[in-house]
């Protein structure tokens, strides 16, 4: 008798996975008013260890023949609080985004991680991960990729101003969401944002408008100094000036528009006086706007504040040469 052996089976190799992606597709937007369409939720970074980035992209129904400029809108909190649906309480909810789409421009508002989140600078790292998503994906949207502006309050006039500032510094894009696409900006609009966390001079504190439930996940000693935060919870000079504007002004800037109230108590109006001089010093065409007995937020200005958003949306329609 003959007995016949096979040899051992060969293990069955299956075929690898797709990798979890880095960032999400577009969808198709929802119509919102007569003047909007918008994508909602759309996660523009997926990282390991953190929460989705997300942001909403508001496209203007009633164009021209072609792709529309896009502003991105980057929301105020002191680096600690804040979301990219929630404007400054003196403003009318959505009116940033609604006028302009009425002006015919598109407007991205997004999220980044907060100060106890990520240290600098985690922040700017997720500004422009979603300034390259949005090139990435511009003819999905039909927005001009050359066309791209910055508007942000508070702690997102900081950010804007960093963004316009630092689009050629491969060393702080980050390695989040969607590669091989510019950050860079042609326009910014700084409302009321820092320009130098080393020559901050408040004439109230931040804590002022923080209660006990609010604080309460903060850890025991933490500084709850904006600048302070952002960095770490270290006063070192070297990293605030590395988180701050100021530093980075060259001669290659996109022009700004910054605004700022003469009675702002949390954000000295000398903030804006800072970066228009170092602007003005690199040859970097600027303009600042000083609103009259305005604190942050143009509190105590409100009636004035519709004509502020009127100018800052002017400033981009004449950059994006919008007729």
């Not at 990729?145 to 316009?164: C, F, K, Q, T, V």
């Amino acid at each position: 008798m003959t007995l016949q052996t096979t040899a051992a089976a060969e293990p069955r190799r299956m075929p690898a996975p797709p990798p979890f992606p880095a960032y999400q597709v577009p969808g198709t937007p929802q119509e919102v008013s007569e003047h909007s369409l918008v994508h909602r939720e759309l996660n523009y970074a997926i990282a390991v260890g953190f929460r989705r980035l997300s942001m909403d992209v508001w496209l203007p129904r009633k164009t021209g023949d072609g792709p529309v400029p896009l502003v991105v809108w980057i929301h105020g909190g002191a680096f600690q609080l804040g979301d990219r649906r929630e404007l400054p309480p003196t403003f009318t909810p959505d009116s940033v985004f609604r006028l302009l789409n009425e002006a015919g421009i598109a407007c991205a508002t997004v999220d980044y991680r907060h100060a106890l989140e990520a240290p600098f600078p985690a922040q700017l790292h997720d500004i422009k991960a979603a300034v390259r998503y949005l090139r990435q994906y511009a003819d999905v949207f039909g927005i001009d990729a050359e066309m791209i502006g910055a508007w942000g309050e508070s702690a997102g006039g900081h950010l804007a101003a960093l963004l316009g500032l630092t689009g050629s510094r491969d060393d702080l894009e980050g390695g989040l969401g969607a590669q091989g696409q510019s950050s860079s900006v042609t326009a910014v609009v700084d409302f009321y944002g820092i320009s130098s966390l080393t020559h901050v001079q408040r004439r109230q504190g931040v804590e002022e408008f923080l209660n006990g439930p609010l604080v309460a996940a903060v850890p025991e000693g933490a500084s709850l100094d904006p600048g302070t935060m952002l960095v770490g919870g270290t006063a070192d000079p070297g990293l605030l000036d590395a988180a701050s504007p100021l530093g980075y002004v060259t001669d290659e800037a996109p022009p700004f528009l910054l605004v700022h109230g003469d009675s702002d108590g949390l954000v000295p109006h000398s903030q804006s006086e800072l970066l228009a001089g170092a602007l003005e010093r690199a040859g970097v065409h600027h303009d600042l706007v000083t609103v009259e007995g305005a604190d942050h937020c143009f509190f105590f200005a409100e009636d004035q504040l519709d004509g502020i958003l009127e100018r800052s949306v002017d400033f981009f329609r004449r950059e994006f040469r919008i007729v």
